[in-house]
């Protein structure tokens, strides 16, 4: 029974630690179906969940931060449309730019604003998004096995995680079951075909792009008004750059992004859980349990998971013919 005990809680950090990571890649699924590469998943994190966290500091209200980090993400959104897009430029740079960006001025107006050493205060009450309990959730916590996983694992999270994994159906019907997604998925792969069928490429890249803003938003502001109580320097850590890895591994499709995007939060997850394991008089230090997400990352990202082809026209900027 305790070690089903232990099961339910190291899943249900697994979920949390998950979900910024699921918003992030699905930000990145939709860009880059569109044929945007985004590399700047990590630098709209990082400005949204500053700004997410300043503002509910200041109002006292979770529900402005979070429309202020998903604000400040889609500005960072639209200069890299405007780069990439309008101007035709190199998309990874724009995107290695906008994450240069963030890292300074966050840290910059932080320091500016509160004078803690590039830091907001610590957010309580309204300032934080509650968990939510599910009815009888309570009552049923003494029945085994069920009663756990209803009042434990499934109950007791902020709002923002049940978004998170309703988008991920919805990012399929979305993709998948309409004339947008139909659109989306053709401008990645042939734009041409969808300019000569009388459809704006450079909008369905846009709004891509302003759909990537949202989600990045939403993950940013989870992070330092969920997950945490406030903003600190870097508290993306490089969650972004986990999530293209995952979206890598998912070969561009919603629901493999949730089950990547899961395996990397229980890694997180049993590197908080397990520190120093002894395996038979060899003790694994923690330094190694913290690696392992980003020792996946590299090799994902080294094509060890087999080959991942990308949207056809992804990173190229279109130009419409005379």
């Known amino acids: 029974m305790e070690i089903f005990v232990t099961l339910i809680q190291v899943l249900d950090s697994t979920i949390r630690l998950s979900t910024p990571l699921l918003l992030a890649c ?4 939709f860009s880059e179906r569109a044929g945007i590469f985004d590399i700047g998943l990590e630098g709209k994190m990082l400005m949204a969940a500053f700004f997410s966290a300043a503002i509910a500091a200041v109002t ?11 604000a400040s993400s889609m500005l960072l959104s639209g200069l890299h449309g405007l780069a990439s897009i309008t101007f035709r430029g190199n998309q990874l740079i724009s995107g290695v730019a906008i994450n240069f960006l963030a890292s300074g001025l966050t840290v910059l107006v932080a320091q500016s604003w509160f004078q803690q050493g590039g830091r907001t205060p610590s957010l309580f009450g309204g300032g934080r998004f509650e968990p939510i309990n599910f009815p009888f959730a309570k009552s049923l916590s003494g029945v085994p096995i069920v009663g756990p996983i209803y009042s434990e694992l499934l109950s007791g999270h902020s709002i923002l995680v049940y978004v998170a994994f309703l988008m991920v159906p919805g990012t399929w019907w979305i993709l998948y079951r309409t004339r947008f997604g ?64 995952a979206l890598i591994f998912a070969k561009w499709r919603p629901w493999h992004a949730m ?12 590197a908080l859980r397990f520190q120093n394991i002894d395996l038979g008089g060899i003790v694994i230090p923690v330094q ?29 900027p279109y130009v419409k013919e005379r």
Do not use: H
Request: charge should be positive; proline fraction near 3%; glycine fraction near 16%.
């Open 26 to 29: 699905l930000a990145g699924l």
């Open 60 to 70: 006292g209200s979770v529900w402005l931060g979070l429309l202020a980090g998903i």
């Open 182 to 245: 139909l659109r989306l998925r053709a401008v990645g792969e042939n734009p041409a075909a969808v300019d000569t069928a009388g459809v704006s490429v450079v909008g369905l890249r846009f709004a891509a792009v302003a759909i990537c803003g949202v989600l990045c938003g939403i993950a940013g502001a989870y992070l330092a008004t969920a997950l945490q109580a406030g903003f600190v320097k870097e508290m993306t850590a490089g969650r972004g750059f986990i999530a293209l890895a």
């Open 259 to 270: 089950w990547a995007c899961l395996l990397f939060g229980l890694l997180q997850a049993v």
């Open 288 to 316: 190694v349990m913290d690696a392992l997400p980003y020792i996946l990352t590299v090799v994902i990202l080294a094509g060890f998971v087999g080959k991942a082809i990308p949207p056809r026209a992804g990173g190229e």
